[in-house]
């Protein structure tokens, strides 16, 4: 999942720092989806991402993230103003 995201919207460092281990097999990605009270339903998520600096800092928290426990990076569904 985050291989064709990156590919499609992410800039060319970015392309070229994440896909080729992603695709070598060196970084592995969960996805962070379902939340208390919403599941996957992506209409009723509560996570936020705000802008701090250059990042953003996130509030709220999943119920399920396959792959968590392998991952070294995630794919995370939050809210935003931006």
């Given at each position: 999942m985050?291989?064709?995201?990156?590919?499609?919207?992410?800039?060319?460092?970015?392309r070229e720092r994440f896909l080729p281990r992603i695709l070598d097999g060196t970084e592995i990605w969960c996805l962070g989806y379902s939340e208390p009270g919403a599941g996957s339903d992506l209409a009723s998520?509560?996570?936020?991402?705000?802008?701090?600096?250059?990042?953003?800092?996130?509030?709220?928290?999943k119920i399920w993230t396959s792959h968590a426990h392998y991952a070294d990076r995630c794919v995370l569904l939050a809210k935003s103003s931006n």
């Open positions: 985050a291989g064709p995201l990156i590919m499609a919207y992410g800039t060319t460092a970015q998520i509560a996570t936020s991402a705000v802008r701090d600096g250059d990042g953003y800092a996130i509030s709220g928290r």
